[in-house]
Nanobody
Framework: QVQLVESGGGLVQAGGSLRLSCAAS????????MGWYRQPPGKQRELVAT???????NYGNSVKGRATISRDNAKNTVNLQMSSLKPEDTAIYYC?????????????????WGQGTQVTVSS
């Protein structure tokens, strides 16, 4: 019924920047917290940044000062801009959102993940 579709990522040189985008689609009624997480090779998934519908933002320690998260509530999209990229930023980046959607017998809600997008930072 609903899905998150990510775009952006790819191969970036160290010191460069990237922009990731994610859109919620389907029978979306409203979206709560949206965010980005990442999973480096051989490591656990970790927080990059989250943003609430009212604009409260939380950044992971490893990206503070280098990342900017933003969202468009009307379009149900969330973006992540990162600069001064380092090889240790290499990871699969996942979009996450809490979505309230229209179902056959009323509204339902759930926590959804995108399929992930690879970001590789070369030294």
């Amino acid at each position: 019924q609903v899905q998150l579709v990510e775009s952006g990522g790819g191969l970036v040189q160290a010191g460069g920047s990237l922009r990731l985008s994610c859109a919620a689609s389907g029978s979306v009624r409203s979206v709560g917290v949206m965010g980005w997480y990442r999973q480096p090779p051989g490591k656990q998934r970790e927080l990059v940044a989250t943003i609430t519908s009212t604009g409260n933002i939380n950044y992971g320690n490893s990206v503070k000062g280098r990342a900017t998260i933003s969202r468009d509530n009307a379009k149900n999209t969330v973006n992540l801009q990162m600069s001064s990229l380092k090889p240790e930023d290499t990871a699969i980046y996942y979009c996450n959102a809490f979505i309230i959607y229209n179902a056959d017998f009323g509204a339902r809600q759930g926590d959804y993940w995108g399929q992930g997008t690879q970001v590789t930072v070369s030294s």
